[in-house]
Structure formats: C-alpha cells, structure tokens
T-cell receptor, first 118, second 113 residues
Framework: GAVVSQHPSRVICKSGTSVKIECRSL??????MFWYRQFPKKSLMLMAT?????????EQGVEKDKFLINHASLTLSTLTVTSAHPEDSSFYIC??????????????FGPGTRLTVT | SQKIEQNSEALNIQEGKTATLTCNYT??????LQWYRQDPGRGPVFLLL?????KEKRKERLKVTFDTTLKQSLFHITASQPADSATYLC????????????FGAGTRLAVHP
C-alpha cells in the first residue's frame, strides 16, 4: 500500500518549452502533496506544498509563475515547469500524506522525474 | 543560521557490523524526526519516525535515538548487509501541522561483504 507514482520518469526538453510532471497517489487519498527538487549529492529542497482544491504554498525563493502546481483531486497533483531553462535541470520528487493518516506524519515519496533542459 | 548536518563522507563498514549514522541540527525545534533511505535515481523510502518526546525507536534491525538537548539523532543498522548500502537521509518535521520536512544532505553507507 501507500504507493506514489510520477510520470514521466525522465524528460528532455528544449529551452523555452514547458514540461508537466504528474504525481499520483495510487492506493490512498492525499489532501496534501509536496514537491521537491534535488541536485546531485544534495538534500531534497522543498519547493511547495499543494493542498487539494486550493492554491499551493511556495517556499521562499521559488517562483510560483515558473513552477505551476495544480492539485485537482485527492490523488493527483501536477507540476508544470514553464519556459524551462538549463538551470531548471534537476531531479523533481513529489510526496503525499494520507488523508486518513491521522497523527501519522509519514510522507510517501514518488520515484522522481529527471528533467534535462537542453 | 539553521542547519541540518549529516556526515558528508561515505561510511564504509564490514558486513555484520553495526552502522551508526549521525544527524545534527541547529536552530530548529522539530516536533519529530524521520529517517529515509534513498537509492541512486530513486525517491526516498520512509524508514522510521521518532517524536520529540521519544528517546528511542526500533524496527527490526533499525534503531533511532533522538536527543533534543544535544539536537542530535543517531540511526543504527545492526547486523548490516550489502543490501543496506544506500544513502540515508534525516528529515526534521516542522511547520504548521508539522507537515513540512527539512532534509539533511544524507550519508552514503557502503556495506562490504
């Protein structure tokens, strides 16, 4: 149980184009999903917290117009990198908390999406 | 400034020994602390959570301690196996509703046969 999927697993795009990454909770409902990015041998950096049906909360320094987040249902959140540039190349990982998790603070992570902008 | 520090150098140990990884933090007051395992090119996998009022937690061959005075957590893997080789991340639980996780950079563990 508690599986989170991401699609695509890898994507290469040209500079200036937009890329959409999907995050799905497969066997549970998630009120809250999180988006992280990770550079090689670095820690995961929280980009934004996404709550179903409301606007995402972005961390300081993360451009909300560049990284568009939509949490349209209890099982799906999307991250769109708009007008991508080579410096946006990174490993993007989502996670989700179970709606019925109660006091459980456990987050379930997706397998990640490797974005390369050429 | 706020920091989470994990030993950036890889930890190399012999199979069967106990691996001990350290997580130190400054200027944070976490409600809980989590440990994750991450394999190359994959997302983190949850291992253990310990709350601020707990001193120790165990799960099979894993043990976590949490000292809020020292601002330190220790993560132990007993009877280590080559399959335990991975990067281990600690994460502090913060923020409203304690939703927010702040991660350390991780320590790479290599268990040799």
């Amino acid at each position: 149980g508690a599986v989170v999927s991401q699609h695509p697993s890898r994507v290469i795009c040209k500079s200036g184009t937009s890329v959409k990454i999907e995050c799905r909770s497969l066997d549970f409902q998630a009120t809250t999903m999180f988006w992280y990015r990770q550079f090689p041998k670095k820690s995961l950096m929280l980009m934004a917290t996404s709550n179903e049906g409301s606007k995402a909360t972005y961390e300081q320094g993360v451009e909300k117009d560049k990284f568009l987040i939509n949490h349209a249902s209890l099982t799906l959140s999307t991250l769109t990198v708009t007008s991508a540039h080579p410096e946006d190349s990174s490993f993007y990982i989502c996670s989700a908390r179970d709606l019925y998790g109660g006091l459980s603070y456990e987050q379930y992570f997706g397998p990640g999406t490797r974005l390369t902008v050429t | 400034s706020q920091k989470i520090e994990q030993n950036s150098e890889a930890l190399n140990i012999q199979e069967g020994k106990t691996a001990t990884l350290t997580c130190n933090y400054t200027n944070y007051s976490p409600a809980y602390l989590q440990w994750y395992r991450q394999d190359p090119g994959r997302g983190p996998v949850f291992l253990l959570l310990i709350r601020e009022n707990e001193k120790e937690k165990r799960k099979e061959r894993l043990k976590v301690t949490f000292d809020t005075t020292l601002k330190q957590s220790l993560f132990h893997i007993t009877a280590s196996q080559p399959a335990d080789s991975a990067t281990y991340l600690c994460a502090l639980g913060l923020g409203s509703g304690y939703n927010k996780l702040i991660f350390g950079a991780g320590t790479r563990l290599a268990v040799h046969p």
